[in-house]
């Protein structure tokens, strides 16, 4: 295995989320000027370098973190890394977009406590 120093090389799926992150972060800071890597990095606690390697593959994303970052870039992370669906939860992509977005429905104070159990679980 290729390493520089004690890291290790990231897989190809985990090449995937880093640059479908990276893409989608981009096209969210068209709408939307203020999502910097240093106010999304400032929005989840990591330091903007971090997420700089988070998005351009030198880091892997853990699953936590992967959902806080789109949570603050209003992605769906599942778009990000499709690998992470939990068929045996959800039975299809089309049924978790039914469950997202009857999430979108909720009152905010209910969309928090809901992605912070969620976060909370993801965390490795």
């Known amino acids: 295995m290729s390493t520089k120093g004690n890291r290790r090389k990231l897989n190809d799926v985990e090449m995937s989320w880093a640059k479908n992150l990276k893409k989608a972060q981009k096209e969210a800071k068209k709408k939307d000027p203020k999502l910097t890597q240093e ?35 209003g992605v769906n992370p599942f778009d990000i890394a499709p690998e992470l669906i939990p068929s045996e939860l959800f039975g299809s992509k089309t049924n978790l977009d039914k469950l997202l977005s009857t999430f979108v429905r909720l009152d905010p104070d209910m969309q928090e406590s809901y992605l912070k159990l969620m976060v909370s679980s993801l965390k490795d």
Do not use: D, K, W
């Not at 880091?59 to 603050?72: D, P, Q, T, Y």
């Open 39 to 73: 106010y999304i990095a400032a929005a989840v606690g990591i330091s903007q370098p971090t997420l700089s390697h988070y998005m351009g593959g030198r880091n892997a994303l853990n699953r936590g973190v992967l959902f806080e970052l789109c949570a603050v870039i």
